[in-house]
């Protein structure tokens, strides 16, 4: 499978950030401290400026109004995108305003697979992206079903960050992928994110190992996708 997404990479970050920023996934959660406490770790508007290994917004039960700060990707898209057509790489995605850092661009929205599905999938794996919990696997695949975030592409060195976020609370085993700007992007950049990929790491159905070549055109490119 060709997956991309948060591999292994995040695992390393899980103990950079203080506890009271960490709500793993399965826990249980306290009913009112969360959001107060989920609050305090970011800035007023509701901006992440750097990526956590979990984040949870306020949901159904919190007593807080939608307009709350910690409701912010819960809502959806609202930057304008646009979808272009890259010299190299197909389709990408620009924004037509400028983004601050820190604020959320879009979902990494499909249909959810869990690895074993998505495994036997032929054809179109370019649209997977893996949620990287190696004990309860599930990918989300946008071939079929997906929003503008399945155009956009992978770079070296990106300008937004995957961020796992939840926020209906009884379902805390599959995150929903959220991109944040992780420095101010201005109007008609392309919008990229790292893909994550191990090089040497994906095969075929035989076992080869896969190459692609990266088009990223950042001074910092690996050369290679995967
Ligand atoms: C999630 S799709 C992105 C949208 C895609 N460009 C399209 O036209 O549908 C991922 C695919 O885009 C291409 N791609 C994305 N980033 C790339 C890069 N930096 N260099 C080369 N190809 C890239 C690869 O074919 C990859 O499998
Ligand atoms: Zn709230
Ligand atoms: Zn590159």
Request: charged share 20%.
């Amino acid at each position: 499978m060709v997956a991309h997404g948060h591999g292994h990479g995040l695992t390393g970050l899980y103990m950079a950030f203080p506890a009271f920023l960490l709500f793993f996934q399965g826990s249980a959660l306290p009913a009112s401290p969360l959001s107060s406490l989920v609050h305090s770790n970011n800035n007023n508007d509701g901006a992440i400026l750097e990526v956590k290994p979990l984040v949870y917004e306020c949901g159904p039960h919190c007593k807080c109004p939608p307009s709350c700060y910690m409701r912010v990707s819960q809502h959806g898209i609202k930057i304008k995108l646009e979808l272009f057509k890259t010299e190299s790489r197909g389709w990408g995605v620009r924004s037509l305003e400028s983004i601050p850092v820190g604020s959320f661009v879009c979902e990494y929205a499909g249909e959810l697979l869990e690895d074993k599905q998505a495994e036997v999938l032929t054809g179109k794996d370019e649209y997977l992206f893996n949620l990287g919990n190696e004990e309860d696997p599930f990918t989300i695949d946008a071939a079929r079903k997906g929003n503008i975030g399945r155009f956009i592409n992978h770079s070296c060195s990106p300008n937004m960050y995957a961020q796992d976020v939840l926020y209906e609370y009884d379902e805390t085993r599959i995150p929903h992928v959220m991109f944040f700007a992780q420095e101010v992007i201005r109007p008609l950049e392309e919008l990229t994110y790292d893909y994550n990929y191990k090089i040497d790491q994906v095969r075929d159905s035989n076992g080869n190992i896969k190459k692609k070549f990266c088009y990223c055109g950042s001074a910092e490119c690996s050369g290679r996708l995967y």
